[in-house]
């Protein structure tokens, strides 16, 4: 079992994103993934982008939006156990720089799929709904909600 300790933090879930370098890793590992993707030689440009777009938004939906708890036996009486990450960032304070920066990451990543891919509708649909499924989740509105059950538990 993980303890925490040393830092101050009752759940350090709720800081390592906005620590030193973590936005400039962040970008790093989503032009890692597109360089990747450009690699293979039978992929075209328009389908590197759209699958940058779906995988960064998917890996961003299941660890922000599904997955719950914190890895480290947090000193918070349980609390961060029934909370997602995205709830945990910040203490659940909204529209701070963080949070801001993983709103505005997706699209970004969105705007540049769609370009190069010069709009397609093939290529737009998945980027769209994939950027839905991380943008709605994380107005201020759906704070602590669960749709329809899902992940209540």
Request: glycine share 6%; hydrophobic share 45%.
């Amino acid at each position: 079992m993980i303890q925490v300790g040393g830092h101050g933090e009752d759940n350090p879930n709720v800081s390592w994103l906005g620590s030193r370098g973590m936005w400039f890793t962040y970008l790093v590992v989503m032009m890692t993934l597109h360089l990747f993707l450009l690699s293979i030689p039978f992929l075209t440009i328009p389908l590197a982008w759209t699958l940058t777009n779906v995988i960064h938004n998917t890996c961003h939906f299941i660890f922000l939006h599904m997955l719950k708890g914190s890895p480290w036996e947090t000193q918070d009486q349980g609390e961060a156990r029934v909370l997602t990450h995205w709830e945990q960032i910040d203490y659940g304070i909204q529209y701070t720089r963080t949070r801001k920066f993983l709103t505005i990451s997706p699209i970004v990543l969105f705007f540049l799929a769609s370009f190069y891919t010069r709009h397609d509708a093939g290529h737009f649909v998945p980027n769209f709904v994939t950027l839905m499924f991380v943008l709605i989740p994380k107005l201020p509105q759906f704070h602590r909600v669960r749709l329809f059950g899902i992940n209540k538990y």
